[in-house]
């Protein structure tokens, strides 16, 4: 089957505006991961989902970061009233979580936001 | 506080010489740790885990806990190697993952 898919694949958009950012995770993957990749920094974790527990939002950098995963699959990443310094590359990774260690996790081809 | 630190930002070796990517770690606990690679173009992969103690494309990992390291190790190292590689700390299922800030590798030939 098909990998991880993010769209779009790249978004321009105005300071002040939303942006929504979607994963479609490698079907049965139970956790799904959101990252940030900055020019010149590493890659820095937003949030975490694991099957039906609550997510792990520590990373989110402000309250303008929301994300969501419905039914368990695709999750949605909003940015609200984009600001400069949210340009990016907005990593989404799923992993199927199953024993008792921390699985593989597989790596879309990433959204590069760039906010004018 | 979970920490991964990779100290060199960009690695420059010549094809055919060892080559080592640092990694350090803080945390508190047994963690799990890794190292993913991105080569150009293509997607961020998994390159191998401490766990499974094998050698993937010539490339070896050992955990040092007393060091508090995960140092990547290859032998004679390859112009396909350059890439950019990051270390990864996980505090086990359930956990998140914090990675390191990444090293540029460029094996010249």
């Known amino acids: 089957g098909a990998g991880v898919s993010q769209s779009p694949s790249n978004k321009v958009t105005e300071k002040g505006k939303d942006v929504e950012l979607r994963c479609d995770p490698i079907s049965g993957h139970t956790a799904l991961y959101w990252y940030r990749q900055s020019l010149g920094q590493g890659l820095e974790f937003l949030i975490y989902?694991?099957?039906?527990?609550?997510?792990?939002k520590s990373g989110l950098p402000s309250d303008r970061f929301s994300a969501e995963r419905t039914g368990g699959s695709v999750s949605t990443l909003t940015i609200q009233r984009t600001q400069q310094e949210d340009s990016a590359v907005y990593l989404c990774?799923?992993?199927?979580?199953?024993?008792?260690?921390?699985?593989?996790?597989?790596f879309g081809p990433g959204t590069r936001l760039t906010v004018l | 506080a979970q920490r991964v630190t990779q100290p060199e930002k960009l690695l420059s070796v010549f094809k055919g010489a060892p080559v080592e990517l640092k990694c350090n770690y803080s945390y508190s606990g047994s963690p799990e740790l890794f190292w993913y690679v991105q080569y150009s173009r293509q997607r961020l992969q998994l390159l191998l885990r401490?766990?499974s103690r094998e050698s993937i494309k010539g490339f070896t990992a050992d955990l040092n806990k007393g060091e508090t390291s995960f140092h990547l190790k290859k032998p004679f190292a390859q112009e396909e190697d350059s890439a950019m590689y990051y270390c990864?700390?996980?505090?086990?299922?359930?956990?998140?993952?914090?990675f390191g800030p990444g090293t540029r590798l460029s094996v010249l030939p």
């Open positions: 401490h766990i």
């Open positions: 990864a700390l996980s505090g086990g299922k359930g956990q998140n993952f914090v």
């Open positions: 990774a799923s992993s199927l979580d199953r024993g008792a260690v921390t699985d593989t996790q597989y």
């Open positions: 989902f694991q099957g039906n527990s609550a997510p792990d």
